[in-house]
């Protein structure tokens, strides 16, 4: 449940805080990009915590009552941390100059500071969730919350997500889900996931 959104998640994060950490204060247009890159980026992972929050969390708690009362307080820090994030975004815009470059430097450490915290927070879910997960449910019911998730999520958040997961999952594991998609879903769905891997992975 955890493998292939952590891997889109982590490439998508590093891209973003690499964008951020070369921005050109002085650039009216790049500044702007780079903010609202920003703002999607923190869009996905507000989704993503509430994903776990509503779909996943519950069933662990269902059969290991308590267990993740970490994790679910870490949660709670992101919420309040992207919201920080946001309104540290917004603020650069409004400010230029020598302020906009000192404020671009932190607003990059900063961002940094969370990506480092998610990143550890990731591989906590990974092993620790997952193997309460496999512990407490069958293949089919786990294949069945997945299902579920990939239904909750409307076609504008697949549209920003899947590029990053196509291009961030190994090659065994992109075979595996196109295999599952062009048996579970329509064609034209197929057919586009299959452009959005063109576009986003060399020609071999």
Known sequence: LYTGIHKALRKYMSAVLTSVGQLDADDDLQCREVMADVQQLLDVLRGHVETENTMVHPAIEARYPGAL??????????????????????????????ERGAFALFLYRELSSFVAENLEHMLRAETQNQHLLWAAYSDA??????????????????????????????????????????QAAPALVFDNALSVARSCLPAH
């Open 69 to 98: 009362a970490g994790i679910t307080a870490e949660h709670a820090g992101h919420e309040v941390a992207i919201e920080q994030l946001r309104h540290y975004a917004r603020t650069l815009l409004t400010i230029s100059g020598k």
């Open 141 to 182: 019911e786990l294949q069945a919350i997945e299902e579920a998730i990939l239904a909750s999520l409307p076609p504008e958040k697949m549209a920003v997500l899947l590029p990053w997961i196509v291009s961030a999952i190994s090659v065994e594991e992109r075979l595996e889900m196109y295999q599952g998609m062009r």
